[in-house]
């Protein structure tokens, strides 16, 4: 029974190893495709755009097409540049119209308090109903005014949260493309 055990065991250890080789990409200046197996004979200022490949002996033909037809889909390094060029200038035009509507919104409250302290003194002030029946109306229209600037804060504040998750969502994407991350 134990004998039976450890050929299985074996079996499996021997079947399941696979030899693999790591070797790199890259482009020299005279836009020659070199590769090699050892890092080191690539050019340090190409090393940031070298392409590491991990070959396995157990690999088939099928998959070993599929990796190739994805290496050839990925972009290149400077459509990557000029994508991320575009995002940072989106990203940018989001921050300025976001800064502009919070500088309005600053304003608008601050237009909406000394309101509210002009109603707060006006109403010390108040001698008649009729009187009584004007403030009130104001402070109606005051309240709607609130309601207002309410509802447009909390679309500015949606904006923002979309705008931060979005810009996480993008650090977060460069940090696992960045060099450092794959070391």
């Known amino acids: ?21 790591e070797f790199y990409r890259y482009v020299d200046e005279k836009g020659n495709v070199h590769y090699t197996d050892d890092l080191s004979t690539v050019p340090k200022n190409q090393q940031t755009d070298i392409y590491e490949y ?15 037809n ?10 990557k540049h000029v994508r991320d ?5 989106e990203l940018a035009e989001i921050k300025r119209g976001l800064d502009r509507k919070k500088e309005a919104l600053k304003k608008e409250y601050q237009v909406l308090m000394k309101e509210k302290e002009q109603l ?11 009187a009584a029946k004007k403030h009130n109306k104001m402070v109606s229209k005051f309240n709607e005014k609130i309601e207002d600037y309410e509802a ?16 996480k969502k993008d650090f977060l994407k460069s940090l696992e493309a960045s060099p450092q991350s794959e070391q």
């Not at 991990?54 to 690999?59: A, H, I, V």
């Not at 060029?85 to 200038?89: R, V």
């Not at 707060?120 to 009729?130: E, G, T, W």
């Open 1 to 21: 029974m134990t004998l039976g055990r450890w050929l299985i065991f074996l079996m499996l250890v021997c079947f399941s190893m696979s030899a693999s080789a």
């Open 152 to 167: 447009r804060k909390k679309i500015f504040n949606a904006e923002v949260q979309k705008y931060n998750a979005r810009v």
């Open 54 to 68: 991990t070959e396995s002996q157990n690999d088939t033909d099928d998959h070993q097409k599929d990796e190739q």
């Open 120 to 130: 707060a003194n006006n109403k010390n002030k108040i001698r008649s109903s009729l």
């Open 70 to 79: 994805s290496l050839k889909s990925q972009p290149s390094s400077e459509e």
């Open 85 to 89: 060029q575009d995002e940072a200038a």
